[in-house]
């Protein structure tokens, strides 16, 4: 018996929650676009940093794949070269990755850019 309460209670007290939330006016709406406008710009702003990291990354990449494509000026020569072409092929692929997920974070960040110039200012 007392197990079937509380789903019932619960029930009951997720509805009149509900019922005494207050109703959203237009005023609080006009506020809501003045925070969107901002917090696409903090967005937009936010993924143009998240880019600009994912591009450091891909230098990075770039170095290593040349320095197992050429080897290093102190290499002795005993790197096994079969192991030096999986690793440049395997940096070369996530070169690939972090270049796609440059782009896209980039595109993110000028649909958030263009959506906060399509919005009132504060």
């Known amino acids: 018996m007392g197990t079937r309460k509380f789903?019932?209670?619960a029930v009951v007290a997720v509805g009149f929650s509900v019922l005494v939330s207050p109703p959203v006016t237009a005023a609080n709406d006009e506020n809501s676009h003045v925070r969107d406008a901002s917090y696409y710009r903090?967005?937009?702003a936010e993924y143009r940093q998240e880019a600009a990291q994912l591009g450091t990354a891909v230098q990075r990449y770039e170095i290593m794949a040349r320095v197992y494509q050429n080897g290093s000026d102190r290499s002795s020569g005993t790197m096994n070269p079969q192991g030096r072409r999986l690793m440049v092929q395997r940096t070369k692929r996530v070169i690939l990755y972090f270049t796609q997920k440059e782009q896209e974070t980039d595109q993110r960040a000028n649909d958030h850019e263009a959506l906060?110039?399509?919005l009132p200012e504060p």
Do not use: D, E, R
């Open 7 to 9: 789903p019932s209670l």
């Open 42 to 44: 903090t967005q937009a």
């Open 116 to 118: 906060a110039q399509g």
